[in-house]
């Protein structure tokens, strides 16, 4: 079925699908989680713009946003907002969208880890403080713990001083799938972005065509 459908609708569904189970595991009827009681430090940075490099799909300087459930990553040819709490993905083009019923990989790990415990503890081997990016940093160690699954991930992240703490590097060791990457995040703003950022169709069909020509 996949080969009959038009290329950019393929490749937006294979970075969509790229480890689906990290993305979706443990969100099934989730809540949503607060730093205090999942110890997540990824929950209080709801409003932010960066540009990413590495992470599930590879990116490379590409730029993102948050804003609260919204997140959007931008594409040469088209951008993408995904809706976290649904979840659900918009991919938006000039003359067609598409709507799909998931995460795109790029949202990762700010989607994906409600329903993990996390144990923090301070990186032995940097005595807790790095420079990374012209940025000093307090590294520490995260293991998230599935609290419906026994899905772990090990994480080692660089928590930029004059950022609040934002993660602008992560190293993440999936134990169940044996993947390693590393994520960065450069050009970091904590102010809210510009609400248009996030508009997209009303409606949009799960694949829609351009309109015809008159």
């Keep these: 079925m996949i080969r009959s459908l038009p290329h950019w609708i393929v490749g937006i569904l294979l970075i969509l699908s790229l480890d689906s189970k990290l993305l979706s595991e443990g969100e099934q009827n989730a809540q949503p989680a607060t730093p205090a009681s999942s110890g997540n430090p990824f929950d209080k940075f709801e409003h932010f713009s960066a540009t990413l ?13 948050r804003s609260g459930n919204l997140m959007r990553l931008d594409f040469a040819n088209h951008y993408r907002i995904t809706d976290m709490e649904l979840p659900a993905t918009w991919a938006v083009m000039p003359d067609r969208c598409a709507r799909f019923p998931m995460p795109d990989a790029g949202t990762w790990p700010f989607f994906g880890l409600r329903n993990h415990k996390a144990e923090r503890s301070v990186d032995p081997g940097s005595s807790g403080k790095e420079t990374v990016d012209g940025h000093a940093c307090r590294v520490e160690r995260l293991t998230f713990v599935g609290m419906k699954s026994t899905a772990t991930i090990k994480m080692k992240l660089w928590e930029a001083d004059d950022l609040q703490g934002f993660p602008i590097k992560i190293e993440v060791n999936n134990l169940e799938t044996g993947r390693l990457y590393t994520i960065t995040y ?12 996030f508009e997209h169709p009303g409606t949009c069909d799960s694949i829609s065509k351009p309109p015809r020509k008159k």
């Design 186 to 197: 450069t050009g970091v703003s904590l102010d809210p972005p510009d609400p248009k950022l």
């Design 53 to 65: 490099h590495g992470g599930l799909g590879r990116d490379q300087d590409r730029k993102i946003y």
